[in-house]
């Protein structure tokens, strides 16, 4: 994969494990020479993301809505940034400019993106993975309320197969399908 959408929080969350994961991210995909594409906001998870990518070497592509960059929580130093004039034109762009997706931990945005890239896939709008990295268990909620749909007859089982989920990075990149250069702990 040459792009990787990430799907994460513009808050930082409680617990300082959401924040490493970020981080994590933008670093090993600098180090992997993958552009990071993301919602090009400059705080929460979002930044520590754009940021660690950019410290690293990395590039970064931002999509915002115009009325979301006039509340001035555009990231201004990324690789190349797009405005949209919809929240919908933003996730078409993300997922036009990205070869898979991961979802950090996040609020009602964020599962808006995972929801409606994931209904994409079921509807075989496009085929690329989608991954949830489950920080701390973070969406372990959310994936039995995934099997109850399935329990109760809401979703056809071969849909539980449509993302991956792990709770490390590496993990969730090799069932994503990309190799992980990654020796002693250190992303390469």
């Known amino acids: 994969m040459k792009s990787i ?38 705080v929460g998870l979002m930044g520590i993301l754009a940021d660690a990518a950019l410290e690293n070497g990395g590039k970064v592509l931002g999509v915002i809505p115009g009325f979301l960059q006039k509340k001035e929580v555009c990231h201004m130093g990324l690789t190349e940034l797009v405005v949209t004039k919809t929240m919908h034109e933003r996730k078409q762009v993300m997922a036009e400019r990205s070869d898979g997706f991961i979802i950090l931990p996040g609020g009602f945005g964020t599962l808006d993106e995972f929801f409606e890239i994931l209904t994409w896939r079921q509807l075989h709008l496009h085929n690329k993975p989608i991954g949830i990295f489950d920080v701390g268990g973070f969406y372990q909620h959310l994936l039995a309320h995934v099997k109850q749909m399935w329990n109760r007859g809401f979703i056809r089982e ?15 990149l090799l069932k994503m399908g990309e190799p992980v250069n990654i020796v002693e702990g250190k992303w390469l």
Do not use: H, W
Request: aromatic share 14%; net charge negative.
């Open 5 to 42: 959408a990430v799907f994460c929080g513009a808050n930082k969350g409680f617990d300082p494990a959401y924040a490493a994961a970020a981080r994590e991210i933008g670093q090993a995909f600098a180090q992997q020479n993958i552009l990071t594409v993301y919602g090009a906001g400059n």
């Open 158 to 172: 071969a849909y539980l197969s449509l993302f991956m989920v792990a709770d490390n990075l590496p993990d969730l």
